[in-house]
């Protein structure tokens, strides 16, 4: 079979064509680096460098992030905390922490008792138990012994006292009298009696608690955020809330924590003599708590007609204590908060676009169950509210597309470790972190291994934690915005020049007025 | 072949309906499987067994107060001597924890402003600024932020600088305070920042600010035109003249050996060569009694504070000073030792027309304290509380270093002893808060600075 020349011509053209082609095309052969450095403009040649060539291999247009390079960190430094654990015959832990050089002595007493331990029909009842604990550390004759300050939260309650050595035995004695008095007829109609009708979510909390209410819906026992005096409480008795108080108290949920200058023997005595008699309550259930995905965004918008304070919050419910994740969040609550050493407060730099009137909090809850991590702002009436929350999602968006860089890295590694070590260095806040760790982990070594564990995470585990966390899917959004006023009259910007002024007339045919020179 | 429908015949209703509830019965089914109610929350824990209510345990006696005895309130040791560049060291040892507290002073402070309101704070700000982050010029990556918190405080007689810093990197952070102290830039940029700074304190720190230059009869307030006249060069030849090793206090707190300590003291201070400049002007001193700053309303809320200058630091009758401040009010927010040495102090929060009759009330209640003597009822309970809350203040090793920085630890060392120690309080009284040595403070919100709102059209 003969074929016409024309045809081999055809042929042969077509797949010169073809092949032409698919070099072009991305990801085919390479082309020779001299093709493209011939085909650039050659310029005359400076004492710059002349630029490298075009690199031969193919890149696809769209940026990619890629595997960031580790961070050399430096050593973390080394805590180690001496302490001693007893625990009484009726099941009260003991964490002794003894500190001759200093001059105070602090206790500090964790209760298993938060609303993640309400059952049906028993809403509400935590934060009445607590509200008694709290009134039942009353002395009856030591006036100067400090009021403690008490933590409340879903699993845990806390109350820390820091005061002189000698008084160790009355501390004591108080926080044995809050343990032991009982809720009576009386206190219950007290209990009533000072309950104020309030709207607690627009307490300074309030907002933190709709972000909850929000981030843990379908996740039982964390689901309900139950304050005040609520519909179950109304038909309750005395004697159930009592029963209540008693279970979440008894000396098998409880721990105690001492350090400071103290005698540890004679501590132990009055511990065995004040808390010994109590009798032991039914052994603290384990129990795994699983928060449902969550696929949307919710949102709890409130608008006013007056002119008030704004705010934004958003909530997330991210790992539980103990997990590697939260060490990550850590690190990205230190690249986003404020510098507090710095006067007036200097913004992080992935925030330094926020305006100056907005104050920023950011805060971490950390939980048996999903812990939750709130990042608030409030802003003046006469700020856009809506830009200032894009500056924030922007820079949430760039964490979680592009990591942190190196600089970043570190100085959050930094703030993060000197901010726990400066937890630790006070004493109220030292005893109060090993209780804590007590009762969510079973470890007080928990609060001395973060330094070390803190150093084994890198960028990319950053990165995937805010990808992962703190998404918008994820997020719960609590806002309140009013209508929109002028600025401070300092703080206007000068009017820019009125695009209305008259142009400059031209100068009539025949006058003598010179062209302006060049 | 095909059939017409019967037009003529009626539908059968039965059928009709057999149909039609035969097309509608998947609707209907698969409606009522939407309609199941969503599966609520997971069924809730088991209810642990009750626990009996016979068994209510019955407290001891509460521990009287009576019985038990003020605590002394011993710090931990402190080791204090001279160095060879002429400044002071302080050294605390405390080794749990790894984090270190230093404190740099210089015997320089407000008082030194001499013709120039200001001058030392911006100096001070100025210094510290240029040390903080990168520095193209030097070709500086970052400043003393990434290693140290820090802070400043400048008082009438004293400039404090205050880092914290992880003890593994006390090296790293004295070789940029060498630096930081002998040769500070007084560049543009952190003569900038520092302005902004000192204007926000400005703002911010009236009360203490105004206490502090009452006692010291101080007459000239610093205003916005005297921190803006103020240049690069006034900073640097008040550096140059005041700033020097030679009555400089170091002041280390927690996990650095002393061995260490006073090496990185040596190499912070070594090869400091200073100029003795001409002493600046003092400042015009007045003896005004009433100190006003602010133009509150009649009705709106301003800060009053009685002072008095007191005694030396280490003066014995300190503790019964101590004891007249907390049986007058409770409202000071920190004690009176702390911010200021040397200053006896009472405040309160009144409404600025009431600003007058407070100070006679505690004129009256002093002159009272002077004359007749204090139940003994109402002296322990003072004494108990100056001591729980010392013992709560010295609980943090920070709170311990910021009052080496501007008090002797002798000052107040047992102060739980030294409270103990006293029955009456007149004498004290009559010797240092006599009516001429009172001084008053009264501070108000400034209107100029509220915002102005108004609605958009």
């Known amino acids: ?518 | 072949m095909r059939t017409r429908p019967n037009l003529e015949s009626t539908p059968n209703p039965s059928a009709w309906k057999a149909g039609l509830l035969a097309a509608l019965a998947p609707t209907i089914c698969a409606a009522c499987l939407r309609m199941q109610p969503v599966p609520l929350l997971p069924p809730p824990p088991p209810q642990p067994a009750p626990i009996p209510t016979t068994h209510q345990p019955t407290l001891p006696p509460e521990p009287k107060d009576a019985s038990l005895s003020l605590d002394p309130l011993e710090l931990p040791p402190v080791h204090h001597e001279s160095r060879p560049s002429g400044a002071t060291l302080q050294h605390v040892h405390i080794p749990t924890l790894p984090l270190t507290h230093l404190r740099v002073v210089f015997p320089t402070g407000r008082a030194a402003d001499g013709d120039q309101p200001g001058i030392a704070t911006m100096t001070a700000l100025t210094v510290l600024e240029g040390a903080v982050g990168p520095d193209a010029p030097t070709r500086r990556q970052h400043g003393i932020e990434q290693v140290a918190e820090h802070s400043i405080r400048v008082t009438t007689d004293a400039t404090v600088f205050s880092f914290t810093f992880v003890s593994t990197e006390a090296e790293g952070v004295i070789e940029q305070l060498r630096t930081m102290f002998q040769q500070p830039g007084f560049r543009l940029s952190a003569l900038q920042r520092a302005r902004a700074t000192a204007l926000h304190l400005l703002a911010s720190s009236n009360r203490l600010r105004s206490m502090e230059d009452a006692l010291m009869g101080v007459e000239r307030q610093v205003s916005e035109s005297d921190l803006s006249n103020i240049k690069d060069w006034h900073c640097r030849t008040f550096h140059k003249t005041m700033y020097r090793s030679e009555g400089a206090r170091v002041i280390w707190v927690g996990d650095v050996s002393l061995d260490r300590a006073q090496a990185l003291t040596g190499r912070m201070l070594a090869g400091w060569k200073t100029t003795k400049g001409d002493p600046k002007p003092e400042a015009p001193r007045s003896n005004r009694r009433v100190i006003r700053v602010g133009s509150p309303g009649p009705d709106d809320p301003v800060q009053v504070v009685m002072l008095a200058r007191g005694p030396d630091r280490d003066h014995e009758d300190w503790p019964a000073l101590w004891i007249v401040s907390q049986l007058m009010t409770k409202t000071c927010g920190s004690l009176p030792w702390v911010e200021q040495p040397g200053a006896f102090r009472v405040c309160d929060t009144v409404a600025a027309k009431q600003a007058e009759r407070w100070m006679g009330e505690m004129e009256a209640k002093l002159s009272m304290l002077g004359s007749s003597e204090i139940a003994p009822a109402d002296l322990d309970v003072a004494k108990g509380t100056l001591v729980e809350a010392e013992a709560r203040r010295l609980g943090n090793p920070r709170a311990l270093a910021d009052t080496l920085a501007l008090w002797d630890a002798s000052s107040f060392d047992r102060a739980g002893d030294k409270l103990s120690g006293v029955s009456d309080v007149r004498p004290a009284v009559g010797r240092h808060l006599t009516a001429d040595q009172l001084r008053f403070v009264v501070v108000g919100s400034n209107a100029s600075n509220a915002p102005t709102t108004s609605r958009r059209p």
């Open chain 1, 1 to 518: 079979m003969r074929f016409a020349p024309f045809v081999l011509f055809v042929i042969g053209s077509t797949l010169c064509l073809g092949l032409g082609e698919a070099s072009a095309r991305p990801g085919s052969a390479p082309l020779p680096a001299d093709s493209l450095a011939k085909s650039k403009k050659r310029k005359k040649p400076r004492a710059t460098p002349a630029p490298t060539p075009t690199p031969t291999s193919s890149t696809p247009k769209t940026a990619v992030p890629r595997a960031p390079a580790p961070v050399q960190l430096p050593t973390p430094a080394p805590i180690s905390l001496s302490w001693q654990r007893h625990t009484l015959p009726n099941g009260l832990r003991v964490i002794l922490h003894p500190e001759p050089h200093m001059p105070a002595v602090s206790v500090s007493v964790g209760y298993s008792l938060g609303h993640s331990f309400e059952t049906k029909g028993q809403s509400g009842f935590a934060h009445a138990s607590f509200r008694h604990l709290q009134d039942s550390g009353t002395s009856q004759t030591s006036t100067h012994i400090p009021q403690a300050s008490t933590y409340f939260g879903p699993d845990l309650t806390l109350f820390t006292t820091v005061a002189s050595p000698s008084r160790l035995p009355a501390v004591l004695w108080r926080e044995a009298r809050r343990h032991s008095r009982p809720i009576d007829a009386d206190a219950f109609s007290n209990l009533r009696a000072t309950h104020h009708p309030r709207r607690f979510d627009q307490s300074d909390q309030g907002a933190r608690l709709r972000a909850e209410r929000l981030a843990y819906q379908g996740c039982w026992p964390y689901g309900h955020v139950a304050h005040d005096w609520t519909t179950d409480l109304q038909v309750a008795s005395a004697d159930s809330l009592d029963e209540f108080r008693r279970q979440h108290t008894s000396p098998s949920w409880t721990v105690i924590t001492i350090t400071g200058r103290f005698d540890t023997d004679a501590a132990l005595e009055h511990l065995g003599q004040l808390f010994g008699p109590i009798p032991s309550g039914p052994p603290k259930p384990t129990r795994k708590v699983v928060l449902p995905d969550q696929t949307n965004q919710r949102v709890d918008v409130e608008k006013s007609s007056e002119s008030t304070p704004q705010f934004f919050l958003y909530g997330w419910a991210v790992p539980p204590a103990g997990h590697v994740d939260l060490v990550a969040l850590r690190l990205v609550i230190a690249m986003l908060q404020d510098r507090s050493d710095a006067l007036p407060r200097a913004r992080s730099t992935r925030l330094e676009k926020l305006p100056e009137e907005a104050k920023l909090q950011i805060h971490l809850d950390e939980r048996a169950g999903p812990s939750m991590l709130t990042l608030r702002v409030d802003l003046p009436a006469f700020l856009d509210i809506d830009r200032v929350r894009q500056v924030v999602d922007d820079a949430l968006l760039d964490l979680a597309t592009y990591g942190p860089d190196t600089d970043e890295m570190l100085a959050a590694w930094r703030t993060v470790q000197l901010s726990h070590l400066h937890e630790l260095s006070s004493m109220d806040s030292r005893s109060a972190l090993l209780t804590r760790a007590e009762v969510l982990h079973g470890d007080p070594d928990a609060v001395a291994s973060l330094p070390s564990v803190l150093s084994t995470v890198n960028r990319e585990e950053v990165r995937r934690a805010a990808r992962r966390h703190l998404t918008p899917i994820r997020r719960n959004l609590v806002e309140h915005r009013g209508p929109r006023v002028d600025p401070p009259k300092r703080l206007q910007s000068p009017s820019p020049p009125s695009k209305t002024t008259a142009a400059p007339q031209k100068p009539p045919r025949g006058s003598k007025q010179r062209k302006p020179q060049k």
